[in-house]
């Protein structure tokens, strides 16, 4: 149980520094307060009190509700209005509010206070009977919805065929008679569907939605977010109290939500939406579109708040030097701000605003680095549309979210994820998301909406997630019913496959090529300030002179895995290596290994080329040789007229190298001691391509790495062959390149005899996929298919071959880190595992003093920022 003093905070005594009690919406509510801005009063209960009440039964602790009832005290003072009085009634909003943002994923409840005796004194004291029964009507709504689990659109029947009775199209055009006649019928599905009437003590309404919010914390969509975004689970969330005010009271009466500058493009100048006579939750639910912030300006009713908003907003992003998320309701025009907060942003939003912010002195260049995280600058590296590709879309909407992803539709979040799981990409169309479509969401490639705005659920999601957006597609038509969507004449159906480019807006059908960005500009920038900072050095697995120069466009300082087997699938290759596989005789084998030689060779002058100046680790022949040969019958067949020989040499040869567990059988350095010749072949490859390089003035560093050793006598066997290549070829040309010979350690015997393999070896790197495999006794082939069911439950708290697990596979690479250095102190250690350019394990790997850690190329961007942060210590943000 937790115990605590205080339970509740009025916003006066608060301060941004409060996060960890008062959640995030309510410190900045308290420092807004604080510094002087027209905030309504209210109050906080805190982090504490949620997790007291789930860990108590869900009981509020002792003291909750006498200090709820003192806040309460302390509105009513302050607005001259009490709570439940039926001539001039205060009402309150109750809002969720956890540490980290969360945008959409907990609760809300809005104009809580009003009953049958209330709402007539609100008309009476507005003169606006409309504006009353509207707000009552939301109250009913958005209770029975979040309170006690009524299905929305029982409420949003009603509501349409008000509307069509009337013959309008928008909430707001429906007259009060009608609202009037809507509050009964929505009593009356509470009725039907709770089991109870809806609660006319507006104590009891308060009581039950700070339950409400506090049980939000633990919603299906909320869990779903903290495990995309690593946020504990045991936090719980804030509840803000506060008193309403309302931009439904007319022509002059607005809501709104803006950001400091544009979250798509980073571009500085106030960027939103506003609804004029409306309330907070139309603007993020999508149902109205927005009018874009500007347009305020135009309106003489709204100027005067507009400019006030402007002078706010340019307050907010100095006092908190960085770009801010706002809303804001307009009441008879009068600006109140009801929150600021870190505004979420795509990836290249991030990079520009924090390049930005560093030339206009806002922050320092370290701050910048730490201000951007790895996963926004992935989010840089996403496919574009292909620029030759001149077709033209179906349709445009909102590019809300950047990247281009293709798919096939669906129309329904947990179909959506049913689909992805089984390897389907999915483009998930809604006519306007929810939160309780997260799921869907995060499963699918993109997402598509027919309503909503750049503010809109989808669009601040799909941006935290970095999924590509395209939202406010008026021209589709949706029919969940039928399963498809209609733009015109044209007919998309379930399973249909489109293209969304969330960068420019535009819905294409069938699949569009599509190309990888280029890096440059401030992105270039911010990473070179990661450069200065960091310590680790930063390679690139790659296996062709193409992917070599790709990883140096994007900063790779070096190769830290090139698997030569990649080398031998394609084209003639494979079939020399099958030549290979099947000779009878150690002659027939070396005449087959000629062959392949000069391709090596031409492979690794280029990439030597590529990577001038910087070391390339070279593995030699790692997968078993049963991957090189034909599996079906028909393959067998083609492979043995290809060869000239007897389909049964093939079929005995695949018999003879079946394996019950081919990952941990015939392969890596066995293959090279059981047939020398296979390492001598690569060696030669290597050492003619270095020595050709040099003589045109090339500098090169080759680092040839022998796999899964578990003993240092089968490195010094290995060792004693590339080690006589060397000096016959060195001797033949007149001159030496240095090189190195080091290995990988896979497995965990390797690990813990590392003081003895380090006599022979001059490098560690790290493979941590095998083992990750070799630790845990998991497949990474097979336990896909548990793997998920061990996050969700706890079990695990990360797939371990996406994450580095630290107390075993951590614990093992320090092991080995200590015993290797014992022996040869100068050793060279590195990563290569697919962990390389995971940020987490990049941490961890600066923390246990490696010297470079090695990703694909498309992800060295990553682990360069990574790597900075690491060295600048991790910070704590708004995730």
């Known amino acids: 149980m937790v115990i605590a003093t205080q339970w509740v905070y009025r916003f006066r005594d608060g301060n941004a520094q409060m996060r960890d009690l008062l959640g995030g919406k309510g410190a900045n509510l308290a420092e807004m307060t604080r510094i002087g801005l027209p905030v309504p009063p209210g109050f906080t209960i805190t982090t504490q009190a949620c997790v007291a009440f789930l860990e108590g039964g869900r009981q509020f602790p002792e003291g909750l509700w006498d200090e709820v009832l003192e806040g309460l005290r302390d509105i009513e003072q302050q607005m001259g209005r009490r709570f439940g009085d039926a001539r001039d009634p205060l009402l309150v909003s109750v809002r969720s509010g956890a540490k980290f943002s969360m945008p959409g994923m907990m609760d809300t409840i809005l104009n809580l206070g009003l009953n049958d005796q209330t709402v007539e004194g609100l008309a009476a004291r507005t003169g606006d009977q409309r504006f009353a029964f509207d707000c009552y009507r939301r109250l009913i709504q958005m209770f029975g919805k979040v309170v006690l689990d009524i299905d929305a659109e029982l409420f949003e029947d009603v509501i349409d065929e008000h509307k069509r009775e009337l013959g309008i199209q928008h909430d707001h055009e429906i007259p009060a008679e009608h609202l009037q006649r809507m509050v009964e019928e929505f009593k009356a599905i509470v009725e039907r569907k709770a089991g109870r009437s809806f609660p006319q003590d507006c104590h009891e309404q308060l009581r039950l939605a700070i339950i409400a919010v506090f049980d939000s914390w633990n919603n299906r969509r909320a869990i779903d977010y903290r495990n995309a975004h690593g946020i504990p689970h045991n936090l719980g969330t804030a509840v803000n109290v506060q008193a309403m005010v309302f931009g439904n009271m007319g022509p002059d009466s607005a809501t709104g939500v803006a950001f400091t500058r544009n979250p798509s493009t980073g571009e500085k100048g106030i960027f939103g939406e506003y609804l004029i006579n409306a309330q907070g939750e139309d603007v993020v639910a999508g149902i109205r579109t927005p009018q874009p912030i500007h347009a305020m300006r135009d309106d003489p009713l709204l100027r005067p708040a507009y400019e006030q908003l402007l002078e706010v907003a340019e307050r907010l992003e100095r006092h908190y030097r960085d770009m801010q998320d706002l809303e804001f309701t307009v009441e008879h025009g009068k600006l109140y701000m009801l929150q600021a ?7 290249r939003a991030a990079v520009k605003i924090a390049v930005d912010m560093v030339r206009e002195g806002l922050i320092e260049p370290r701050e910048a680095v730490q201000r951007v995280s790895p996963d926004q600058v992935e989010q840089l590296l996403h496919p574009m549309i292909d620029l030759n590709w001149k077709g033209e879309p179906l349709a445009r909407g909102l590019p809300a979210s950047p990247g281009a992803a293709y798919g096939k539709v669906v129309f329904d979040a947990d179909e959506a994820k049913a689909w ?11 006519l306007e998301t929810s939160p309780d479509d997260f799921h869907g969401m995060l499963a699918a490639q993109a997402v598509l909406t027919a309503r909503g705005g750049m503010t809109s659920h989808a669009a601040v999601v799909a941006r935290g997630i970095g999924k ?21 004449s044209t007919v998309v159906r379930k399973g249909d496959f489109i293209t969304v480019d969330g960068s420019t807006g535009a819905v294409m059908l069938g699949q569009i090529p599509t190309v990888a960005p280029a890096v440059g500009g401030d992105l270039s920038v911010l990473l070179s300030w990661a450069d200065e900072i960091r310590r680790l050095g930063v390679r690139a697995n790659a296996d062709t002179p193409e992917d070599a120069a790709k990883a140096r466009e994007l900063g790779a300082e070096g190769i830290g895995l090139c698997r030569t087997e990649h080398m031998f699938f394609q084209g003639d290759r494979i079939t020399a290596m099958r ?7 150690v002659e027939e084998r070396r005449a087959a290994l000629a062959k392949l030689e000069p391709m090596q060779r031409e492979d690794f002058i280029g990439i030597f080329k590529a990577m001038a100046g910087f070391p390339v680790t070279i593995r030699t022949l790692d997968p078993p040789l049963h991957e090189f040969l034909p599996r079906s019958e028909e393959e067998i067949e083609a492979v043995a007229r290809d060869l000239g020989v007897s389909p049964d040499l093939i079929r005995a040869k695949v018999e003879a190298l079946h394996e019950a567990n081919p990952m941990l059988g015939h392969r890596g350095c066995r293959l090279g001691i059981t047939a020398p010749e296979i390492t001598e072949m690569q060696a030669r490859a290597i050492f003619s391509a270095a020595l050709h390089c040099a003589a045109e003035g090339i500098e090169v560093h080759p680092e040839i790495m022998i796999p899964l050793v578990a003993d240092v006598q089968e490195l010094r066997r290995q060792r004693e062959v590339i080690d006589r290549v060397a000096r016959e070829l060195f001797a033949e040309a007149g001159r030496e390149i240095p090189y190195s010979v080091g290995t990988m350690i896979e497995l965990p015997r390797a690990a813990l005899t590392a003081d003895e393999i380090a006599q022979e070896a001059e490098f560690f790197s790290f493979g941590t ?16 298919r548990f793997l998920p069911f061990y996050i969700e439950q706890g079990i695990f708290p990360a797939d371990p071959f996406q994450t580095l697990d630290r107390k075993g596979v951590g614990r093992l690479i320090e092991i080995a880190r200590d015993g290797g250095r014992s022996t040869r102190p100068d050793l060279k250690l590195g990563i290569c595992g697919e962990h390389g350019g995971d940020p987490k394990s990049v941490w961890f790997c600066h923390g246990a ?14 682990a360069r920022l990574a790597a900075a942060q690491a060295a600048l210590g991790e910070r704590e943000g708004d995730v």
């Open 420 to 430: 992805a799981e089984r390897g389907e990409p999915v483009i998930l169309v809604r």
């Open 849 to 862: 003093g490696l010297d470079y850690v090695s990703a694909s190329p498309y992800r060295v961007p990553v």
């Open 341 to 347: 907060r870190t505004g979420k942003r795509t990836g």
């Open 769 to 784: 996929n095998d083992l990750t495999q070799t630790t845990f006794g998991l497949s990474r082939d097979d336990s896909g």
């Open 579 to 585: 030549e290979m596989i099947l000779a009878q005789t």
């Open 468 to 488: 590509p957006a395209v939202v406010g597609c008026s021209a589709l038509e949706v029919d969940y019913e039928r399963q498809e969507f209609r733009v015109d």
